[in-house]
């Protein structure tokens, strides 16, 4: 049990610029969650996978946000016509069925300059 | 809408001393109660949880928290602290939609 990774563990880029993010789940967990954590703030719910199926999205999400699970193992968070804004620390975590513990990854630092 | 409070935005204490981190929740949360430990530039790492039994939930590094329906509560105590346990927690419900308290940053004083 490798647990959860994910890469980068840090970004920056430019206002107005795309960036993707990766997430590896722990391998037999079927569900992938992603949350955003800004200075001060606990993790934010963003949305969450089972298996390949995105089964909620939160209102944080908006339609410059993409997430896929295409194969149902790891994950991918992109994040289109970056704004200052969306500087924050981007947390995948997963499990195995719902109401049990939810491991998390070290998260992806973003910073929109 | 779901919530959860955490009253105390950072906690000082005396190393080897007891200490309480609270955290109330709304009654719309669903009764899955958690507490995370987060480290500086680090992920969540899950200290306990409560899900359903016995009120009083034993978790790792000698944290334990008690469930109390009536008042809505899931405080976080540890009966003497180390140096180590510097870090911030936080309180969270939910089944699968995690909501998380903003946190309390424990700092343990030599």
């Known amino acids: 049990d490798t647990g959860v990774s994910q890469d980068p563990r840090h970004k920056i880029t430019k206002r107005g610029q795309n960036v993707t993010f990766r997430c590896d789940p722990i391998?037999?967990?079927?569900?992938l969650y992603w949350y955003r954590q800004t200075l001060g703030q606990g993790p934010e719910f963003l949305t969450y996978f089972q298996n390949e199926a995105q089964l909620e999205k939160s209102r944080l999400l908006s339609d410059r946000f993409s997430a896929e699970r295409p194969k149902g193992s790891f994950s991918t968070l992109e994040i289109q016509r970056t704004e200052q804004g969306d500087s924050a620390m981007y947390l995948c975590?997963?499990?195995?069925?719902?109401?049990?513990?939810?491991?998390f990854g070290p998260g992806t630092r973003l910073t929109v300059l | 809408a779901q919530s959860v409070t955490q009253l105390d935005s950072q906690v000082p204490v005396f190393e080897e001393a007891p200490v309480e981190l609270r955290c109330n929740y709304s009654s719309s949360v669903s009764v899955y109660l958690f507490w995370y430990v987060q480290y500086p530039n680090q992920g969540l790492q899950l200290l306990l949880k409560?899900?359903?039994?016995?009120?009083l939930v034993k978790g790792i590094n000698g944290f334990e928290a008690e469930f109390n329906k009536s008042q809505t509560s899931f405080h976080l105590r540890k009966p003497s602290v180390h140096i180590s346990d510097t870090a911030e927690y936080f309180c969270?419900?939910?089944?699968?939609?995690?909501?998380f308290g903003k946190g309390t940053k424990l700092s343990v004083i030599p």
């Open positions: 975590a997963s499990s195995l069925v719902m109401g049990n513990e939810q491991f």
């Open positions: 969270a419900g939910g089944s699968y939609q995690l909501t």
């Open positions: 409560y899900l359903s039994g016995s009120t």
């Open positions: 391998s037999e967990h079927n569900r």
